[in-house]
């Protein structure tokens, strides 16, 4: 290309504590273009974000913008600059209106006091320079998550802006949410701003991107057109396993026992709840691998939390083992063997600030009790092993688990609650939000408990990993479930039109 | 993580030791001390008796705080402890006798016990934001109190009461054996059992620790329990030191030097990770300190700026982000050595 790069990151270095995050990596990205960074957790991606953005130091190298040496030090110099972030958790305050949102921090002032109109007004014109349909005086909680996204970004280019950095954007959106927000890409890149687009969705990344920069353990790969780069050549890239097998990812635990001799280990009759759940029946038979499809809010989440004891149910009954059980606290639940991961890693599952040995030892000290804790030897025998067992990196026990990668933070979680033995496993989106390594050995390790007897129910917003490792596949809409497949008999064109089926009935 | 741990007591630690050696060089009868018919008199074991009523409020404020909640009663529910066991002490026939004594002070510390559950059980169950469900009881516990002696100042004669906290044990104070006792039962209940970690795992993320079947009901309830029993306590040595049931006056903010206490020790007001340890380094600290200012001839009004200067430092001391601009000042600026390494560095093994 012979126009020159609007950022151009050269030799860039970090290091933490002796543990090198990013090595001389280059990178540049062009006016209006829309670029993907890939790579897997720990590849150095968030870590070279951050020192676009000014949230981090560079030990050594340079991030030029427009070929100048720009201040960087701050992610408030960043944005003067030019440099822009919509971070994955939107940071935006839901008390406040949303022409507050996006004028904070930068409110037109009259005599020193805030300019209501103005605000009201620079705010309608942000919102309406993409396209988005809203009232600026309105409250930003009573916005839906996709829509709060969209107002992030109106906050995020109502200043100058030449570099939009968007950071696993599309991750809690369902698909006309995400078409909505390429649509407003697609507007901001033909005004000629760059975008960085970082998302695990390949699809996503394949629709949008024009350019791909691989980073791998905090060294740039390479950087590609995307129409010239393969998708299995992308992932190799990302992996570096010259031999990504990808056979062993299309490989479904065979049931463990034959179909008719088993036994239902849960029936749910009529479970409901208001808002969340229509009247609905399922039976989940001893040692099968159910899948759950649907998008979000279909009830797919719902359903899960119902089952085990999370949310409490406001009609219907449970048989847990043919007898009736009703789960108020979901402590209840796992004490018959029922055991929920939530989709919300972060606020439902780990505790950040406690040790990895003490996240794995603690639903089954919970079960325990306070007057029985478990022996300190007991514990590293324990957190050990499971380590060992779900390849859990660093293997240090005594490190935070907040400071793990996300993928890792799944495994902890896991690890937890296998450590109680669960007999009914309910993973709720056990692999969003992770890379593709961790992904893999996510759904192989269920697939491998599945074939060791576990009843599980997996949840996942991607329909090929659902079609693919269940047994059998049920599909929610609109809170109820609408139909139920064997995976072998369906496509997943056909899994997609029955998850997304519209109004109109075709 | 054990390193941390460490690292952050420090600083209360040294903040401490710089406050006795500010004594001991300002006066150097501070540090001595003498032995009188086999007991030991001096500034130094002052302060270990005179911190007893705080060191037991903080360990309970500890524990709650650690919840992510904070307790506002505590200086009133002293003022009922103190009362209940006055009023029964006076009303007997036999003030003087070792049972009266002992029923007197189990009533007292009961009472707080369940006026604690009962904060508990509107944290916990009710859901009602700790400040203001302890503030309930904050301003309405002095009206209690001032109801069961009714409306006076109680005062009594009990030689075996005054031994709370005016008598001596094996050569030391009896008051500064009763928080030594708080500390080392508490210290053994918390990380001998699982509730230690059970409640910062309830500190840092409620929701998750839900998930994960722990009882965080049962946890945030029992923690306002025993908060309410260590004031209890609090309040019979406080009342058995000056032999009279105070209302208006015992343990008067209070819950503001323990919360200080607990801050200064370590341990976030966010919740989660807590230092017991830090706590008790904390509670001397503020001793020593009004132990300073009463030498140095300070009104007692003027009291609260000492304190707030303290504070002010050892939270400096503490804070990251000061810490990282102080070693940004320093000459060494060469990009590839400024990592968090030298700030560990810098601490003396």
């Known amino acids: ?506 | 993580m054990r390193k941390l741990l460490k690292h952050r007591i420090l600083w209360p630690i040294g903040a401490l030791l710089a406050l006795v050696l500010l004594n001991a060089v300002s006066r150097p009868s501070f540090l001595s001390i003498t032995v009188r018919d086999g007991e030991l008199y001096g500034s130094l074991i002052d302060i270990l008796r005179n911190s007893a009523p705080l060191m037991l409020v903080a360990l309970g404020m500890t524990l709650v705080i650690a919840t992510r909640g904070i307790d506002l009663s505590v200086g009133a529910q002293m003022a009922i402890s103190g009362a209940v066991a006055l009023t029964i002490i006076s009303d007997s026939k036999t003030p003087g006798s070792l049972g009266t004594v002992a029923v007197a002070i189990l009533a007292g510390v009961a009472i707080t016990f369940i006026f604690g559950l009962w904060n508990g059980f509107l944290v916990s169950v009710v859901g009602i934001q700790p400040i203001i469900a302890t503030l309930v009881l904050m301003l309405a516990g002095r009206g209690i109190a001032l109801l069961i002696t009714g409306g006076f100042i109680t005062t009594i004669t009990s030689a075996p009461y005054a031994q709370m906290s005016q008598g001596y044990l094996i050569g030391f104070p009896f008051a500064f054996f009763v928080s030594l006792g708080a500390i080392l039962v508490i210290s053994l209940v918390v990380r001998r059992t699982a509730l230690g970690v059970l409640t910062e795992s309830v500190g840092i993320n409620p929701e998750a620790s839900r998930l994960a079947g722990v009882r965080s009901r049962g946890i945030v309830w029992s923690v306002y329990g025993v908060s309410g029993l260590l004031a209890g306590v609090a309040g019979i040595l406080y009342s058995s030191n000056i032999m009279a049931a105070d209302a208006n006056n015992a343990g008067i903010n209070i819950e503001l030097d323990a919360i200080l206490a607990v801050v200064l020790g370590g341990t976030s007001l966010a919740g989660g990770k807590f230092t017991l340890a830090g706590t008790v380094v904390g509670v001397f600290i503020i001793q020593t300190l009004t132990s300073t200012i009463t030498f140095l001839g300070v009104p007692p009004a003027v009291t609260p700026v000492f304190k707030a200067l303290v504070v002010i430092v050892v939270c400096l001391a503490q804070s990251r982000r000061v810490r990282e601009w102080l070693s940004r000042i320093r000459p060494t600026r060469t990009p590839t050595t400024t990592t968090t390494t030298p700030v560990v560095e810098r601490i003396p093994a």
């Open chain 1, 1 to 506: 290309m012979d126009v020159d790069p609007v950022v151009q990151v050269i030799g860039a270095s970090v290091r933490f504590a002796g543990d090198i995050a990013l090595d001389g990596v280059d990178f540049r990205m062009f006016a209006g273009e829309v670029h993907s960074l890939m790579g897997e957790n720990g590849a150095g991606k968030s870590t070279l974000i951050k020192a676009m953005t000014g949230a981090l130091r560079l030990d050594a190298g340079a991030v030029l913008l427009e070929g100048r040496d720009v201040d960087l030090s701050t992610p408030a110099a960043a944005q003067r600059a030019g440099i822009s972030t919509v971070y994955q958790e939107i940071d935006l305050l839901p008390n406040l209106s949303v022409a507050e949102n996006i004028m904070l921090g930068r409110e037109p002032r009259r005599l020193g006091f805030i300019d209501w109109r103005r605000t009201r007004e620079a705010a309608g014109q942000a919102l309406s320079a993409l396209g988005i349909d809203i009232d600026p005086a309105s409250m930003l909680s009573s916005h839906r998550l996709a829509t709060q996204q969209l107002i992030a970004i109106a906050r995020a280019i109502s200043t100058d802006v030449k570099v939009l950095v968007l950071d696993e954007p599309t991750s809690s959106l369902d698909q006309d949410e995400v078409d909505e927000l390429f649509r407003v890409i697609r507007r901001l890149k033909s005004r000629g701003v760059a975008i960085l687009f970082v998302s695990h969705f390949l699809e996503q990344v394949y629709e949008i991107c024009d350019r791909i920069t691989v980073l791998r353990n905090g060294v740039l790969v390479g950087e590609y057109v995307t129409t010239e780069l393969l998708r299995l050549d992308l992932v190799q890239k990302m992996l570096g396993k010259a031999t990504f097998d990808l056979e062993q990812m299309t490989t479904r635990a065979p049931s463990a026992t034959p179909a008719a001799a088993r036994e239902v280990k849960v029936s749910a009759q009529g479970i409901s709840r208001r808002n969340d759940m229509l009247p609905t029946d399922l039976d989940i038979y001893e040692g099968e691998l159910l899948g759950l499809a649907g998008l979000l809010g279909s009830g797919r989440t719902e359903l899960a939390r119902l089952l085990t004891g999370i949310d409490s149910l406001d009609g219907g009954r449970l048989m847990i083992d043919g007898v009736p059980r009703r789960f108020h606290e979901p402590r209840q639940a796992l004490r018959h063997g029922i055991a929920y991961s939530s989709e919300n890693r972060k606020s439902e599952g780990i505790i950040a600030q406690l040790s990895v040995r003490e996240n794995i030892t603690l639903a089954l000290q919970a079960e325990r009790g306070w007057f029985k804790p478990i022996p300190r030897n007991r514990q590293d025998e324990l957190s050990a092993s499971w380590i060992e067992a779900l390849d859990i990196r660093p293997a240090d026990p005594d490190r935070l688990a907040g400071l793990l990668s996300g993928g890792n933070q799944q495994k902890v979680l896991l690890a937890r609650l296998l450590a109680v033995a669960p007999r009914l496993l309910v993973l709720d989106e056990p692999t969003r939000g992770i890379d593709v390594g961790a992904k893999v050995e996510i759904q192989r390790l269920v697939s491998e408990l599945a074939i060791d007897g576990m009843t599980i129910v997996f949840i996942s917003a991607e329909l090929e990993e659902v079609l693919r490792i269940s047994h059998r596949v049920i599909v929610l809409r609109d809170r109820e479930i609408v139909a139920q497949f064997d995976p072998d008999e369906i496509t997943i064109e056909t899994l997609l039109t029955i998850v997304a089926k519209a109004e109109d009935g075709t």
